[in-house]
């Protein structure tokens, strides 16, 4: 049956997610989840729904009540919110809407690799431009007429921010659609209250006309990567549009339920974020004791490199052990750890094993 593939799926390599194991005992830091439980209300409302009768019927197919907790938190009109299973769901909504067959997307990299499979699904091309030394956007921008430009803030792999005054000047100067990836933005926002408020980007996406996407998901502050539920915001307009293309029911009543009261328990969400930035902040300490090069991260991970040997093997010896941290290696840039923020025991036993290793 292979050979009535379209040859560009043939072709493409596909997008390989983190190791999911599936025994105990292993300490896992590979995929960024968090080490905290979902909120109490959150479990609460799902458990709720289970004791109803509301599964054997259809969901709400737009998320009306959820969009309208997400508009009040983020100051944006809950019209222009899309709903989405993860914010994976939603980044192949806006490829399938705005990319056309041979068109491109463009993204600085090193970033997350979902985006360059995006554009190989759909037949597209995908170009990379490399981020500033300081891992800041190279001014002016070299690609101003991709069909869409992606940008992940706070970065994957490295956890680096960019202001929203340079993603302001970046989408002004752009001929298409500027989506801004902010899977990881709570963090940013607990580790940098003064520079970076909880809406993140919002503000840049609700205006009519605006040409500004921000995708959030809830698998990373919010405890949730089981339940897949993440959204998009953007201008009323451009979301009635959007509508037409996702499937209509792609996110189900459990998921509805449980992430309008993750989004509604905000005093939650700044407990559990606390104790990750301070989490964080030891391990990053840590780490530089041992040798390693440590990017200053605003996400719920870092990214650590050496300078006098290559980190393949480092991961090979803590799988080894049942630790599992991710190994990525990008072309120009180099290979490193991405290691997510655990909860303090299971950094205390990764931190114990470097040691022995390094």
Known sequence: ????????????????????????GIVKLNTNENPYPPSPRALEAMADLLRSDRLRKYPDPLGTAFCKTAGKLFGVDPDGILIGNGSDDILTILT????????????PTPSYLLYST???????????????????????????????????????????VVSNAALETLASELQGPLVIDEAYGDFAAASEPDAQTRQGAASLAGASGSNVIITRTLSKSYSLAGLRFGFAIASP????????????????????AGAQAALEDQEYLRQTTAKIVATRARMTAELRTLGFDVLPS???????????????PIFEALKQRNILVRYMNYPGFGDGLRISVGSDAEIDRLLAELKRIV
């Open 1 to 24: 049956m292979s050979q009535f593939l379209r040859p560009n799926i043939r072709a493409m390599a596909g997008y390989t997610p983190g190791e999911q194991p599936q025994s105990g």
């Open 118 to 160: 995006l554009a190989d699904i759909q037949g597209a091309k995908f170009e990379g431009v490399p981020f500033t030394k300081d891992w800041q956007l190279p001014t002016p921008w070299p690609r101003r007429n991709a069909h869409l430009t992606v940008v992940a803030n706070p970065n994957s792999p490295t956890g680096t």
């Open 96 to 107: 399938r809407a705005f990319v056309p067959e041979k068109g491109l997307i463009v993204s």
């Open 237 to 256: 307009s451009l979301i009635g549009e959007l509508i037409k293309v996702k499937d209509s029911y792609n996110c189900d009543a459990l998921s509805l």
């Open 298 to 312: 605003q996400a719920n991970f870092v990214w650590a490199t050496r300078s006098d040997r290559p980190v393949k």
